[in-house]
């Protein structure tokens, strides 16, 4: 590309399979949280939930889904920092809801639109302002036991308060476990791509790829309780915010990815923060998303939500 620099020719290709992950992972969660709605609450945190939904078809498709979006977020993350490239995966949210709607046939309010173009603004915003660059490919596995564990710790702690919570609470708090959990596989997968550009036997060779796997299968399952005990607009937001700013804090200390932190670029990344927050805020109390999840699911009992094996008519 004539006059761009070497950075831009990697920052162009890093948004466009962002964006494109983005879409997928949008997709996934749609056709993931109809499937997760309809089985029983029971089976929330357990295998015997995946085992159940790997009969339902629209779940598969969401899965497809799912893995093309991680192939972009890998060869996203093989291009630019994880500070560039967790922020534009986001938009996955402001994309999922809107589907969500035009799926139940349900009309967006004027709110909806304000909390999506918040979303899609703040986190432009925020890019511009932080301007991420690149740091070390490969850490070191002290500085990674460092950084993994408070988040492991973090996920662990919010599954034990999930247990005893119904209805919004749960789902929240399993959606800001996944997000965690997501947040912690964006580094590791970009962890991977790398030692994969090496050579497979060198990424089969390293313990990051087996944590990999493993973390995927537990982020997996922690993801479909939360979008089985409630709509995405209480599950999706916790991941939303959860998921990049785990990323961002991860890449910036274990890759030493820096972001541009003097002056005014500080107050205008705050501010630019704060406006992608509002509409997330905006998507999650939307009368209209609220109304999807009434209609998906049964009557609950005082208290909760919790739902038993017989599904809802669709």
């Not at 596995?141 to 919004?168: E, F, Y």
């Amino acid at each position: 590309m004539p006059g761009l620099g070497r950075r831009e020719r990697r920052v162009i290709p890093s948004v466009l399979a962002a964006l494109a992950a983005a879409a997928c992972f949008a997709g996934a969660a749609v056709l993931q949280q109809e499937a997760a709605q309809a089985t029983s609450a029971d089976d929330s945190l357990r295998i015997a939930l995946l085992v159940h939904l790997l009969g339902r078809p629209k779940w598969l498709g969401g899965i497809a889904m799912l893995v093309c979006g991680y192939g972009f977020q890998a060869v996203a993350l093989a291009y630019g920092p994880v500070a560039l490239v967790q922020p534009v995966v986001v938009t996955e949210l402001a994309i999922a809801i809107p589907v969500a709607m035009w799926r139940r046939r349900r009309h967006p309010l004027a709110r909806d639109w304000i909390g999506i173009a918040s979303v899609l603004g703040g986190i432009s915003g925020f890019l511009v302002s932080a301007s991420p660059q690149p740091g070390v490919a490969n850490p070191d596995d002290a500085t990674w036991i460092a950084c993994l564990t408070p988040v492991v710790a973090a996920v662990s702690i919010l599954i034990v308060l999930s247990v005893r919570a119904r209805g919004p609470a749960r789902s929240m708090l399993l959606g800001a476990a996944a997000g965690c959990a997501f947040g912690m596989l964006a580094v590791l997968t970009k962890a991977v791509a790398y030692q994969v550009g090496r050579g497979v036997s060198v990424a089969l060779t390293g313990w990051q790829v087996y944590v990999l796997v493993a973390s995927g299968i537990g982020a997996l399952l922690v993801s479909q309780s939360a979008y089985q005990a409630g709509p995405l607009a209480y599950s999706m937001p916790m991941i939303g915010v959860l998921e990049p700013v785990l990323a961002v804090l991860i890449g910036d200390t274990a890759f030493g990815e820096e972001i541009r932190l003097s002056g005014g670029y500080l107050a205008a990344q705050i501010a630019t923060a704060a406006v992608a927050i509002v509409g997330i805020a905006l998507l999650a109390s939307s009368p209209t998303v609220l109304s999807i999840y009434e209609e998906q699911s049964p009557a609950a009992p005082p208290g909760g939500c919790h739902r038993t094996g017989s599904a809802p008519k669709r």
